[in-house]
């Protein structure tokens, strides 16, 4: 067996590289994807292997790489498209709701879309505007996509060849801060053994709360329960991993042996994915409850200047508030 220690970054971008290897239609493009290999090193030395037909520099034109990359994909490649900074979707949105997610129901399931749209997102790397948003519910919310999120090494490496091998237009949001972060990764493990793209995972087991979590928020609540242990308290954290379509089977489980839920996300509070998780619990959990279902989440403002930043993240003393917060009915 084949495990190396990884950045999260490497995992990601040694996964890519494996795609490339296993499947002569899949193509990586984006902006300074090739000659630079990203702005964070993602595909470094990926155009140097497997060419410049292969892993190719765009233009600065989010909506021409998704409008390309839907007729790639309608011709049977599977492109694989890098989005630089999370707030530089929005010119290709309308390709994504209207094109990628719409062309397998408007052919009547003729066509398909086994396309990939990188996006890496979230804050606390000291950006300005524009380079540390959360836009993940604009996409779990669009009929048609599937959205997902890594949270360590090792499932960055599985999780982005899964979804590259997936005939389903799927949104790969990569927590930019924690690129940096190492973990083991397996490189021998094949797909067919791995864990399903679209399923939660209880990564802390607990007795008291069950938090959940997924993308960069997963080390701070499992930060959180280091701290809470030494108090006694045992959080039970889980890393939902794919935001839509939502595996809540995990979630029923843990709320009705804990009694207790808090959901946490950098996004803002407001129509976030806790609002959706909070109603979904309370419907299946309702008599489990012992307190409602709280929300630790980004505020309902733009992203403020990088000074200030950590103000807005959610990070361990406020999960830990709300924690102490279900003790309280």
């Known amino acids: 067996m084949a495990t190396e220690t990884l950045t999260l970054g490497k995992a990601l971008n040694t996964g890519l590289r494996r795609a490339l290897e296993n499947d002569p239609k899949v193509i ?14 993602i595909t470094d030395g990926l155009q140097k292997d497997f060419g410049d037909q292969r892993v190719i520099d765009t233009p600065l034109a989010e909506s021409g790489i998704i409008g390309t990359a839907v007729g790639l994909a309608i011709r049977g490649f599977r492109p694989v498209c890098e989005i630089q900074f999370d707030g530089f979707v929005y010119p290709a949105y309308d390709q994504i709701v209207s094109q990628v997610a719409k062309m397998h129901y408007r052919s009547r399931g003729k066509l ?7 996006i890496p997102f979230g804050g606390g790397i000291g950006a300005v505007e524009h380079h540390s948003e959360s836009p993940e519910a604009y996409f779990a919310h669009t009929a048609g996509l599937k959205v997902v999120s890594c949270a360590n090494p090792q499932d960055a490496y599985v999780m982005i060849q899964q979804a590259i091998a997936s005939d389903d237009p799927i949104v790969f949001l990569e927590p930019k801060r924690r690129y940096w972060e190492k973990g083991q990764v397996d490189l021998d493990a094949p797909l067919s053994d791995a864990y399903p793209l679209h399923s939660a995972r209880v990564v802390r087991p607990g007795t008291d709360v069950t938090v959940l979590a997924y ?13 809470a242990a030494e108090d006694g308290r045992e959080l039970e954290v889980i890393d939902l991993r794919s935001l839509s379509p939502l595996d809540m089977a995990a979630a029923y489980e843990s709320v009705k042996r804990t009694g207790r839920a808090v959901v946490v996300h950098e996004a803002p509070s407001n129509i976030g994915l806790g609002a959706e998780l909070a109603a979904r619990i309370t419907e299946e959990c309702f008599y489990s409850l012992e307190s409602p279902v709280l929300r630790v989440t980004g505020f309902d403002t733009p992203y403020p200047a990088a000074r200030v930043e950590e103000e807005y993240l959610p990070d361990l003393d406020r999960v830990l508030d709300a924690v102490d917060r279900t003790f309280g009915w």
Do not use: N
């Open 215 to 227: 993308g960069p928020m997963v080390r701070t609540c499992l930060e959180a329960a280091t701290a």
């Open 28 to 41: 990586i493009m984006g902006e300074d994807v090739g000659k630079l290999g990203g702005v964070f090193r």
């Open 112 to 118: 398909s879309i086994p396309m990939v749209i990188r």
